[in-house]
C-alpha cells in the first residue's frame, strides 16, 4: 500500500498558478499508477490526472492545456502543476493511486477567487 500527504494548496487569483506535491511512503509507488483527484464542495470526487510508473499521463478534459501531472519516484512524490487557475477549479485536492488502492490523505485546498 501507499499512503499520501498533500501540501501546496493555497488562495489565488483567476489566472494564477500553483504546484501540488505529494509525498508517499511504502515500496509500491515507484511502480504504481498515480492520480490527482479533486472533490469541490457538495461534489463527487473526481479525477484530474494519472501518470504511470514510466511517465506516461493523461488528464480529464476540464484540465487539458492547463495542468501537469509529474513524478519523481527517487523522492516517492507526485506533482501537479496547475496554470491558468479558473475559480471552478476551488476544491480539496487529493492524491492516490490510479486505480484507488489505498487510504486517502488529508487532501489540501485548492481556493481560486474571481
Known amino acids: 500500500q501507499v499512503q499520501m500527504v498533500e501540501s501546496g494548496g493555497g488562495l489565488v487569483q483567476a489566472g494564477g498558478s500553483l504546484r501540488l506535491s505529494c509525498a508517499a511512503s511504502?515500496?509500491?509507488?515507484?511502480?504504481?499508477?498515480m492520480g490527482w483527484y479533486r472533490q469541490a464542495p457538495g461534489k463527487q470526487r473526481s479525477l484530474v490526472a494519472t501518470?504511470?510508473?514510466?511517465?506516461?499521463?493523461n488528464y480529464a478534459v476540464s484540465v487539458k492545456g492547463r495542468f501537469t501531472i509529474s513524478r519523481d519516484n527517487a523522492k516517492n512524490t507526485v506533482y501537479l502543476q496547475m496554470n491558468s487557475l479558473k475559480p471552478e477549479d476551488t476544491a480539496a485536492y487529493y492524491c492516490?493511486?490510479?486505480?484507488?488502492?489505498?487510504?486517502w490523505g488529508q487532501g489540501t485546498q485548492v481556493t481560486v477567487s474571481s
Open positions: 492516490n493511486t490510479y486505480p484507488i488502492l489505498s487510504a
Open positions: 511504502g515500496t509500491a509507488f515507484s511502480r504504481s499508477v
Open positions: 501518470i504511470t510508473s514510466s511517465g506516461s499521463t
